[in-house]
């Protein structure tokens, strides 16, 4: 930046010149964006290695199984595994970015759906369906909040490390599970709450968008809701990117074509369709993939596009500096983690609707540590600031991808298990390192 | 530690003292003061050697000598500033007064009162006694917020920039735009985008973009993106807390460079730096703290480098009235 010597120091700032297209800065805007420093440092170095193993997990476990790894079915067994973790997932990312972390989510599932299992099941049980299942959806998300809220209080106001903070709420929840349900497994008959998990495998309609709305779903050319869904996303995506671009061509500012925005928005229309496709062969989207989505379209507006999420990437990424800001990092705190306890009450609705049945108030023991290997594989740093929703997605996408996988290709159950956990390891030790290696190569070319 | 400080210093002053030849022969652009002010500001810095001697009841005659006005009054005043930690007096009875287009360099040793001096200005840290005018005005400054709202802004030596946000988010950090007064509203990113490049041009701050994250420019592009926000919120007054420290030369220039900017858009700047060289460089006054008091405050092209470390080690130099 030597160029700067020779500036002529005197001339004081024409007003017409200060905006003119010919800066240097606004000149170079997308330069930023499309920059491949800036997808190292903001984690999107993930992007194609976790997306060529993907491609390499499915075509080889496709071939290995003569074609039932990517059959319908299969790929619905798939999709609702990624969002059993995914949704639970999205709430970590959030805690994540800040460079906290939370531990009692794993416990949280568990004792969230179990509240909803027992209120639907005793006091509500004479109720019409509706209403004890909203009522259900409503107890479950309360617990998830109120817990997310005692473990941001004591994070935030009585500055307890995170990680001791829901380690203990861990702990404790895992005994309240069981102090609730007596250690019983309470079945919840409500089909209207069990739908939630797209779990009745009897039940055509139970859980999934239907697949039926115009024409016949074997045909290539039908309408299934769940394609109108995705039309009605994928259009407004569009316009979206359209409309950024108007904004920026109107306030002087480079700005991609229209025509490039318009491929990339029906680009993510089509691969949408695609797999809607794929799932309408089956019995259609099912409703827990559909909320992922939901939630994941929320959470990433949330995180990139409002002030609340500037500051939790702010507040991740130097503390300091947020806070001589004016940012009340007390609030961001509270807030991120009652966000988290909110969604693993969702997660815990989904579970035990999944399951049609709470088990003592707990979930599996390795559901939390996939919920955390799922932020962290899809690339959000352990320590704050960089990340987002979306790599909750493809992590969560890739454990249940080696997750069924196993269970295909391996005959003995317990067989599956083992090795699953010795693969996602491995893939989590994978991704960490080559995080680590492209983030020493950014930095060396940063001093260079 | 002490002797070895004074060395350093004299052989800094020993380079510099060649380049001052040359900057003061180059017919001092900026420095258009009359042969009257220029005495006046002799007057003062013998008035703030005085105070400095003689503690608190000087406080009223230091006031009565008139200050070196280039533009009448100053737009910053702080009087009778002191800060004592606990038994520990940092400041006693500084006085410090800038005004709008002028820059003015604290030096000092290290533990004269530089930092703290900033802190109480900024709004970080809050004065024992003194009082603070802006336009005349007496302002209470508890908070940075305070600060900010009396036109000042303080660039922190560790910069304060979030590395994962580009440089359109730390310019509005904490203070987003939004497209509709809602929570939850969209950020208008084309808006503050478009603020960015503007002040940025205005400024010639060069980055590679305004969505460059920070964590991949330079340490002269930091600290130009940190100044840039300075100005972005509209402020009078910039503090810049050793902007040079840990920077390249050609960085350095490009900050000082830009410190000239600051100046000759109307600012106020108050310059802390170890270098004297630099401070020579761009500094209209200096003021020279000294175990937390004024040691001196003169004009930059008025006194010799010499005299300026005098004044810092509190060393006797003939003419100048350094005290023991």
């Known amino acids: ?448 | 530690m002490d002797w070895k400080q004074g060395f350093t210093q004299e052989v800094y002053y020993s380079g510099s003292f060649l380049r001052l030849g040359g900057l003061l022969g180059e017919g001092g652009r900026l420095r258009q003061e009359s042969g009257l002010q220029a005495q006046r500001a002799e007057e003062d810095a013998m008035a703030g050697q005085l105070a400095a001697e003689d503690g608190r009841e000087q406080d009223g005659a230091v006031e009565s000598v008139p200050l070196q006005t280039s533009e009448g009054r100053p737009y910053l005043a702080c009087r009778g500033i002191s800060k004592h930690f606990g038994a520990v007096q940092a400041l006693t009875d500084v006085d410090l007064d800038l005004h709008l287009g002028e820059v003015v360099a604290l030096v000092g040793d290290n533990g004269a009162g530089k930092s703290t001096l900033v802190k109480i200005i900024s709004g970080t840290q809050t004065a024992s006694s003194g009082t603070i005018s802006v336009e005349g005005k007496e302002v209470s400054i508890r908070s940075p917020h305070d600060a900010s709202a009396a036109g000042i802004e303080t660039v922190y030596q560790d910069l304060a920039l979030c590395d994962n946000l580009d440089v359109v988010a730390n310019l509005f950090l904490g203070r987003e735009q939004l497209l509709a007064p809602l929570v939850g509203s969209p950020l208008s990113e084309a808006e503050m985008e478009r603020r960015t490049a503007a002040v940025l041009q205005s400024l010639h701050i060069r980055i590679p973009s305004v969505r460059a994250l920070v964590g991949t420019l330079s340490g002269g592009q930091r600290q130009s993106t940190a100044v840039g926000r300075a100005v972005l919120w509209g402020s009078k007054v910039v503090l810049l807390d050793e902007p040079t420290a840990a920077l390249g030369v050609a960085q350095q220039r490009e900050v000082l460079d830009l410190v000239r900017r600051l100046r000759d858009q109307g600012l106020g700047v108050v310059l802390i730096s170890h270098n004297l060289q630099q401070v020579f460089d761009v500094a209209d006054r200096l003021v020279v703290l000294r175990l937390g008091r004024v040691a001196a405050n003169v004009k930059g092209r008025e006194v010799s480098a010499e005299e300026v470390v005098a004044y810092i080690t509190g060393a006797n130099v003939t003419g100048a009235a350094a005290h023991p």
């Open chain 1, 1 to 448: 930046m030597t160029q700067t010597e020779k500036q002529p120091v005197a001339s004081p700032p024409d007003p017409a010149l200060a905006v003119a297209p010919e800066t240097i800065v606004s000149g170079n805007a997308l330069r930023g964006i499309l920059d491949p420093r800036r997808w190292l440092v903001s984690g999107g170095s993930r992007t194609f290695p976790l997306l060529a193993l993907l491609v390499l997990m499915w075509v080889g476990f496709d071939l290995k199984t003569g074609g039932i790894y990517l059959s319908s079915e299969n790929v619905t067994d798939i999709l609702v595994y990624t969002s059993l973790y995914g949704i639970v997932a999205i709430g970590e990312v959030v805690v994540l970015l800040l460079g906290e972390i939370d531990l009692s989510l794993g416990s949280l599932v568990g004792v969230s759906g179990a509240s909803a299992a027992l209120i639907m099941t005793n006091w509500v049980p004479h109720a019409p369906s509706l209403v004890t299942m909203l009522v259900g959806v409503a107890a479950a998300a309360a617990v998830g909040v109120l817990s997310g809220l005692f473990a941001g209080f004591w994070v935030s106001v009585m500055r307890v490390p995170s990680f001791i903070v829901t380690l203990a709420l861990l702990l404790a929840l895992g005994g309240i599970g069981l102090v609730l349900t007596n250690s019983q497994t309470i079945t919840v008959t409500n089909d209207l709450f069990n739908a939630l998990g797209a779990s009745s495998i009897s039940a055509f309609d139970g859980g999934y968008l239907p697949p039926a709305l115009w024409g016949n779903h074997k045909d290539i050319l039908h309408l299934s809701t769940g394609m109108l869904v995705v039309l009605i996303l994928g259009i407004g995506y569009t316009l979206v990117l359209l409309g950024n671009a108007r904004v920026r061509l109107a306030s002087g500012l480079a700005a991609p074509s229209a025509f490039g925005l318009l491929s990339q928005g029906l680009a993510i229309t089509v691969i949408g369709l695609i797999v809607v496709d794929v799932l309408d062969h089956y019995q259609g989207v099912p409703l827990p993939v559909f909320f992922l989505f939901v939630f994941l379209i929320i959470f990433s507006y949330l995180l990139r596009s409002t002030r609340f999420g500037r500051h939790v990437y702010a507040a991740g990424g130097n503390v300091e500096a947020a806070r001589r800001a004016g940012i009340s990092i007390r609030r961001i705190r509270w807030t991120a983690f009652a966000l988290a306890g909110l969604m693993a009450g969702i997660g815990g609705v989904i579970y035990t609707a999944r399951n049609n049945a709470n088990n003592g108030g707990t979930v599996d023991q390795s559901f939390l540590l996939l919920v955390i290997a799922s932020a962290v594989i899809g690339g959000t740093s352990l320590f704050g600031g960089r990340g987002s929703v979306w790599s909750a997605l493809t992590g969560a996408l890739v454990l249940a991808s080696v997750q069924t996988g196993m269970a295909l290709t391996l005959t003995a159950t317990t067989d599956a298990q083992y090795f699953q956990y010795i693969v996602e390891g491995a893939i989590l030790l994978g991704v960490a390192w080559l995080d680590t290696y492209a983030r020493s190569r950014s930095a060396g070319s940063r001093e260079a």
